[in-house]
């Protein structure tokens, strides 16, 4: 299954909820787009909760807005880049999707 | 408006300088309020007032450095913020606790600010005559 946040965990509780229910679910990705972006961070209080479930599911990034935001330099390691042919890629490659909009 | 008195500009209330802050506490791109927070400082910057602004939350990622914008067809402001200097706007604050908490430090930001702590904004906040969220 796919989770898609784009929201900052920094002021929505989306990203949280989203780790809570999905986190340790094995075979399931996190795709970060949009503000969702701020929680690819490193040595931040969003990006320590990200780094934590990195063993367990698959995370993403969508490139164009990591770019946009200057984050580029400090995106957490294991965290994957996709552009918008990547989005779509993962729409197709999972069986269903939740947007924890 | 004033009823006009035959070319008398400076009636009463002219030549008031106010302390007016404005408080951005929204990452840039996610929604419109940065942007449109920017564009009425440099208005209030026509008005010749007392103008601060103050970072905090999310709002210090909108002067983090590096942002390119072009592929998501978004207007990059990011450099309006080092032309602030030039209206005269040169104070510009950012809470501590809100960089930390991201990551970040003053080093990581696109122009020269003030880092305070939440106490130290807090005062500052209070010495103000009018203070303007976005």
């Given at each position: 299954m ?24 094995g075979g ?5 787009i949009?503000d ?17 479930v ?35 890629d993962?729409v197709v490659?999972?069986?269903n ?5 | ?11 009463e ?14 990452a ?17 910057a026509?008005?010749?007032?007392d103008?601060?602004?103050a ?13 390119h ?12 913020y ?14 501590r ?6 990551g ?9 600010v ?20 976005f």
């Amino acid at each position: 299954m796919l989770h898609i946040v784009n929201k900052s965990p920094f002021e929505n509780t989306t990203l949280a909820s989203c780790l809570r229910v999905a986190g340790k679910g094995g075979g399931s990705a996190l795709l970060l787009i949009e503000d969702g972006v701020y929680a690819a961070t490193k040595n931040s209080v969003a990006g320590n909760a990200v780094h934590g479930v990195l063993g367990d599911i698959q995370v993403y990034a969508l490139w164009p807005d990591v770019e946009a935001r200057g984050i580029q330099d400090r995106v957490l390691e294991g965290v994957k880049m996709v552009d918008y042919g990547g989005f779509v890629d993962l729409v197709v490659e999972h069986s269903n999707v939740q947007s924890w909009l | 408006m004033n009823e006009t008195t035959g070319g008398i500009e400076d009636d009463e209330g002219s030549g008031i300088v106010k302390k007016f802050m404005f408080v951005n506490r929204k990452a840039p791109y996610g929604t419109i309020y940065a942007l449109e927070g920017l564009e009425v400082v440099l208005i209030s910057a026509a008005f010749d007032q007392d103008v601060s602004m103050a970072f905090l939350d999310d709002g210090v990622y909108q002067l983090v450095k590096g942002q390119h914008t072009k592929a998501i067809d978004v207007k990059n402001f990011s450099p309006t913020y080092r032309a602030l200097e030039g209206y005269d706007i040169e104070k510009l604050y950012v809470e501590r606790e809100s960089l930390e908490m991201r990551g970040l430090n003053a080093g990581d930001l696109l122009v020269p600010v003030e880092v305070l702590s939440s106490a130290a904004m807090g005062d500052l906040m209070k010495t103000q005559d009018v203070v303007i969220g976005f």
